[in-house]
């Protein structure tokens, strides 16, 4: 089943993810499309979150603008794309993201400025490959003295998986290795002091890269709600929960719920869909300085 609509199935379909669905368009480019779902335990919940989809493109297109360096975009203006018509015109405008093929790089570059969700439960749990490194005493939520870089296999379905660094040097070589580390904990501190000047911290996020040719450019999202974890900087506190702008509502409410983490997920109810979408809302917002009523008007790329 696909989850976008049947406009634009015109294009060859070549691949589907939780959020996007990805459309050829020709050999050099392809359309990628974030459709309004949400997953929770690597299950799709029944029910979309309103303009999720776009918020993530929104602040994809504003954080390629802003870190200059290469990338897959290439347009996000539906009438770039060939051969189809204007009602699907109407439902890809603010959701698509035309882009360039690339050779995916199958590493997930993930950068870490805090101890909290996973390499927290490994940390206090004994240590394991995103921590082995790490100093003893620390506390859930604590600022690392310098970000740390642990990434992780870019697994097809199911949950991706850390690697030690000798693992990760071995999946894509030294020197892509050495590259690809220094190229995101560059790109993590860019976007940390960023959004520092906006009032949020950025505690962890993931990149992914692929290759034309002989260079390596960004690919996917980059540092949105659904790859980043965005504390609001004035919650901030160690020892204990932050609040953040990423599925961790979600999360909380459905740990409540008498569920088995199996698909299907549960129904979301109206306030819970509300909150979602209005803890992404405020994600762009605050990043971006722009009202996201605007974007959703046409104040987009």
């Given at each position: 089943m696909l989850y976008t609509s049947a406009f634009v199935l015109t294009l060859e379909h070549i691949g589907s993810g939780k959020v996007r669905e990805i459309y050829a368009v020709d050999d050099e480019r392809l359309l990628i499309v974030a459709s309004d779902r949400i997953s929770a335990y690597d299950v799709i919940m029944p029910r979309e979150i309103p303009d999720k989809g776009r918020v993530l493109t929104g602040l994809s297109v504003h954080w390629f603008d802003v870190c200059d360096q290469p990338h897959h975009l290439l347009s996000t203006d539906?009438?770039?794309?060939?051969?189809?018509?204007?009602?699907?015109?109407?439902?890809?405008?603010?959701?698509?993201?035309?882009v360039r093929r690339a050779e995916v790089i199958p590493m997930e570059c993930v950068v870490r400025g805090y101890l909290y969700g996973s390499s927290w439960r490994e940390y206090s749990s004994g240590g394991g490959p995103t921590t082995e490194h790490l100093p003893a005493g620390l506390d859930q939520g604590s600022k690392l003295e310098t970000p740390i870089f642990t990434p992780a296999t870019k697994a097809e379905t199911g949950h991706d998986e850390n690697l030690d660094e000798a693992g990760a040097r071995a999946l894509v070589g030294d020197d892509l290795y050495e590259y690809l580390k220094q190229r995101s904990i560059a790109l993590y501190e860019m976007g940390n002091a960023y959004a520092?000047?906006?009032?949020?911290?950025?505690?962890?996020?993931?990149?992914?890269?692929?290759?034309?040719?002989?260079?390596?450019?960004?690919?996917?999202?980059?540092?949105?709600?659904?790859?980043?974890?965005?504390?609001?900087?004035?919650?901030?506190?160690?020892?204990?929960?932050?609040?953040?702008?990423?599925k961790q509502f979600l999360r909380e409410w459905l740990d409540k719920q008498p569920w088995d983490k199996e698909p299907p997920g549960p129904d979301l109810p109206d306030d819970v869909v509300a909150g979602i979408r209005h803890r992404y809302v405020e994600a762009y917002e605050r990043l971006t300085g722009s009202s996201f009523d605007d974007y959703l008007s046409g104040g987009r790329r």
């Open positions: 539906p009438a770039d794309v060939p051969g189809i018509g204007e009602d699907a015109r109407s439902y890809l405008a603010g959701r698509m993201m035309l520092a000047e906006r009032g949020i911290l950025l505690a962890d996020t993931k990149f992914e890269f692929g290759r034309v040719g002989d260079e390596v450019i960004l690919i996917d999202e980059i540092l949105t709600p659904d790859s980043s974890r965005y504390w609001p900087a004035e919650e901030w506190r160690v020892g204990g929960t932050i609040p953040s702008f990423d």
